[in-house]
């Protein structure tokens, strides 16, 4: 009975020892994150007779909301959602968030001389937090001025895994000959799943019309988008323009 506790006890080891020796499984189907480094996307829709008023509070009064945490762009949407706003907010952790929340809500002077001011301007709200792709980064655009597009791609169901690198490819294949620039490419982590956008900037809304002309010409373009959309359920895209106090331009 000792000789064969012994025998056990020894094959046990070496099974231990051969699996530390492999590597391990990832299970998840998304991006691995390197850091807790997070993008939350707001979208407002304002009451139409509301709009100009808004903007104008915003622009007054936005200091008050930036000393809390970092603003990465505000813009006004032009094209694709009338009397919107959609705005980026920068986190380095869900508990750096919640730190956040919790101080504007004891802020006496965000309440009164902003919350409730601007919230009986809004119609609704929505938020999605989001994270860089892994072979994107956060980069401002050649120069100030110039319109902003927000491109959201539903994708199929399966993650990253399954659709990752087609959506990468589609995406450098307009960025790299100089099809627009990318701001940054993120990817849904809370609100709908297997969301995927790009945020683009472009000289005009006429420099984009041709560029993307351009493009529909160019093969290797045609390709990796034809590869892409096969994983495509559904996309929305958005003309913006920046406000005057956002720190993208």
Request: a positive charge.
């Amino acid at each position: 009975m000792l000789k064969l506790r012994n025998s056990v006890l020894r094959s046990a080891g070496v099974l231990q020892t051969a699996a530390a020796a492999q590597p391990r499984v990832r299970l998840s189907t998304g991006p691995q994150q390197e850091h807790g480094t997070f993008y939350e996307f707001r979208t407002y829709c304002i009451r139409p007779e509301q709009n100009a008023s808004f903007l104008k509070l915003t622009n007054e009064k936005i200091h008050l909301r930036t000393a809390h945490s970092q603003l990465i762009g505000y813009w006004s949407v032009e094209y694709g959602g009338l009397n919107q706003v959609f705005h980026i907010w920068k986190y380095d952790s869900y508990s750096a968030r919640a730190g956040v929340r919790s101080a504007l809500s004891q802020d006496p002077q965000w309440i009164s001389e902003y919350i409730s001011k601007a919230m009986p301007m809004l119609t609704s709200q929505d938020n999605e937090v989001t994270y860089l792709l892994p072979w994107s980064r956060l980069q401002a655009p050649p120069r100030e001025g110039g319109v902003y597009e927000l491109v959201s791609f539903q994708m199929r169901p399966g993650g990253p895994a399954v659709w990752g690198k087609a959506f990468q490819a589609a995406i450098t294949s307009h960025d790299a000959p100089g099809y627009g620039s990318l701001v940054g490419a993120f990817h849904s982590e809370f609100g709908q799943l297997n969301r995927v956008h790009a945020v683009w900037w472009f000289e005009s809304p006429d420099q984009r019309a041709a560029v993307r002309h351009k493009a529909h010409t160019d093969a290797r373009v045609v390709s990796a988008v034809r590869e892409s959309v096969s994983f495509l359920e559904s996309q929305r895209n958005k003309l913006m323009f920046p406000c005057s106090f956002s720190p993208l331009k």
